[in-house]
């Protein structure tokens, strides 16, 4: 397939290296930044713009890899053509292609991206979706080229795939960035907790989150609860504390 990457942020990036890695030929990758397609490009060999109109209007497949806010805007401003048009975003409804292709799809890796990190990407959940059964198919077939787990998953699903990500994965690096800062304000290294983390990531690999599940707000032990909320300075994590720690043991009384 001749492939169109649009964007060059950090999903971007691993998904071109993972193309080329799996064989597949990336004609040009786009980004409005020149810094940032230039070194895509440079880094992988590949042509690049930051000019829309001068996109091949040949390719297979365009994915656009934007900020979900940009995507409109990017896809008015691409020339019309013949080829599949997917984009990467998880709480973006796949109907946002209607006004500018037949041939709308959703090629949506599950993932956190650092262009600084290594992943193996084959063990990222690929979600497919397309207007056209044929679209899929080919679509299932290029994820199954990069991950172990292509996924067909709708729109309505993704939303909800999406919402469950921000909270396992960017409200819970939020609670590490937190407790850093806590750690940090009292002299100690980020790194003691670090086993502990690892400790509790591997837990849920063998047991239900609510199995694994530990801790004062488990038994809502309230001299504990409102010894450490009385370390807390700040009101709004007061109130984060206190918040989490209710939901929590309302959860444990759940089967």
């Given at each position: 397939m001749k492939i169109v990457i649009i964007g060059a942020g950090n999903l971007a990036t691993h998904m071109t290296k993972a193309l080329k890695e799996a064989g597949e030929e990336v004609v040009m990758i786009y980004s409005r930044s020149e810094?940032?397609?230039?070194a895509l490009g440079e880094k992988t060999g590949i042509?690049?713009?930051?000019?829309?109109?001068?996109?091949?209007d040949d390719a297979d497949l365009y994915i656009f890899a934007v900020k979900d806010s940009a995507l409109e805007s990017v896809l008015s401003s691409v020339k019309p053509n013949s080829g599949i048009w997917a984009h990467t975003a998880g709480s973006v409804d796949m109907n946002i292609f209607k006004d500018y292709s037949e041939r709308g799809a959703?090629?949506?890796p599950l993932q956190t991206f650092s262009k600084e990190k290594e992943v193996n990407y084959r063990e990222i959940p690929v979600c497919v979706e397309a207007v056209r059964k044929e679209d899929e198919?080919?679509?299932?077939?290029?994820?199954?080229?990069?991950?172990d787990h292509p996924e067909k998953v709708t729109s309505e699903q993704r939303k909800y795939l999406h919402l469950s990500a921000v909270f396992a994965c960017n409200f819970t690096n939020h609670m590490y960035d937190i407790a850093s800062v806590i750690l940090k304000e009292n002299n100690l290294s980020f790194d003691i907790i670090r086993p502990?983390?690892?400790e509790t990531c591997d837990k849920i690999m063998t047991?239900?989150?609510r199995e694994a599940q530990t801790g004062p707000a488990v038994r809502y032990d309230e001299n504990i609860i409102n010894r450490q909320t009385g370390l807390l300075e700040d009101p709004v994590l007061?109130?984060?504390y206190k918040?989490?720690?209710?939901?929590?043991n309302n959860y444990s009384k759940k089967k």
């Amino acid at each position: 397939m001749k492939i169109v990457i649009i964007g060059a942020g950090n999903l971007a990036t691993h998904m071109t290296k993972a193309l080329k890695e799996a064989g597949e030929e990336v004609v040009m990758i786009y980004s409005r930044s020149e810094e940032s397609a230039s070194a895509l490009g440079e880094k992988t060999g590949i042509p690049y713009t930051t000019d829309l109109s001068l996109l091949p209007d040949d390719a297979d497949l365009y994915i656009f890899a934007v900020k979900d806010s940009a995507l409109e805007s990017v896809l008015s401003s691409v020339k019309p053509n013949s080829g599949i048009w997917a984009h990467t975003a998880g709480s973006v409804d796949m109907n946002i292609f209607k006004d500018y292709s037949e041939r709308g799809a959703v090629f949506y890796p599950l993932q956190t991206f650092s262009k600084e990190k290594e992943v193996n990407y084959r063990e990222i959940p690929v979600c497919v979706e397309a207007v056209r059964k044929e679209d899929e198919a080919i679509l299932m077939s290029l994820a199954s080229k990069l991950s172990d787990h292509p996924e067909k998953v709708t729109s309505e699903q993704r939303k909800y795939l999406h919402l469950s990500a921000v909270f396992a994965c960017n409200f819970t690096n939020h609670m590490y960035d937190i407790a850093s800062v806590i750690l940090k304000e009292n002299n100690l290294s980020f790194d003691i907790i670090r086993p502990l983390i690892k400790e509790t990531c591997d837990k849920i690999m063998t047991l239900s989150p609510r199995e694994a599940q530990t801790g004062p707000a488990v038994r809502y032990d309230e001299n504990i609860i409102n010894r450490q909320t009385g370390l807390l300075e700040d009101p709004v994590l007061k109130d984060i504390y206190k918040l989490l720690s209710k939901n929590i043991n309302n959860y444990s009384k759940k089967k």
